[in-house]
Structures are given as C-alpha cells and as structure tokens.
C-alpha cells in the first residue's frame, strides 16, 4: 500500500511563499504520476497541479498557472512550490499519486487517484 504524507503547510501573507512536500512510501513507486489538490469547507475538491510518472508532462489549474510550479526530485519526493501567494490560495492541501503505464493521460480529476494524502492546511492572510 502506497502512503503519502505531506508538510510544509502554514500561515504566511498575501504575496508570500510556501513550499509543499509530499513524501512517499510503500512498493512501485516509479509508477506513480501525482497531483496536488486542494479544498476549502463547503466546496468539493480542487485541482491545483500534477505531474507524471516520468516528469515529463506537467499540468496546472488556470488559477495557479505563472505561481505555482510542481516537481518531483525523485520516486519518493514531490513538492508545490507556491508564490506569490493569494487569500483564494487557503485551503487545506492535498497530494495524491496514480499508478499509471508510461503513455496513459496526467489524470485531473481527483476520482482517477487512488492514493492521498491526509493534508496540510495553507492559509494567506491578507
């Protein structure tokens, strides 16, 4: 069973920066493309961002896109670095990770995830 843990979240002003992590553990990891989402009380699940197994196609929700950049440095290591950040941004984060076959589509939507995280809350104060 695949376990995510994410970090990094916290409280920092509007135009400030965080970095996310999300760190995993469990068998065949480097099949694994990944995404951030993220969600507010009353609201469902948002995309933010994901990447694939191999790094090499990457995707952004518009609301993010120019602030937020998605990595990975490794099988086991993923982050959100987040900039220039919004009151809209504060939500309680989530990362999530897909097994996938090298030439499958990034999934956006957050019913094609089969493994998450528990979340980290972001908050930017205006």
């Known amino acids: 069973q695949v376990r995510l843990v994410e970090s990094g979240g916290g409280l920092v002003q509007a135009g400030g920066s965080l970095r996310l992590s999300c760190a995993a553990s469990g068998p065949s990891l480097s099949r694994l493309s990944m995404g951030w989402f993220r969600q507010t009380p009353g609201k469902e699940r948002e995309f933010v961002a994901a990447?694939?197994?191999?790094?090499?196609?990457i995707m952004y929700a518009d609301s993010v896109k120019g602030r937020f950049t998605i990595s990975r440095d490794n099988s086991k290591m993923w982050y959100l670095q987040m900039n220039s950040l919004k009151p809209d941004d504060t939500a309680v984060y989530y990362c999530?990770?897909?097994?996938?076959?090298?030439?499958?589509?990034?999934?956006?939507?957050?019913?094609?995830?089969?493994?998450w995280g528990q979340g980290t809350q972001v908050t930017v104060s205006s």
């Open positions: 999530a990770a897909k097994s996938q076959i090298l030439t499958a589509p990034l999934p956006i939507n957050d019913q094609s995830y089969d493994y």
């Open positions: 990447i694939s197994r191999s790094g090499s196609s």
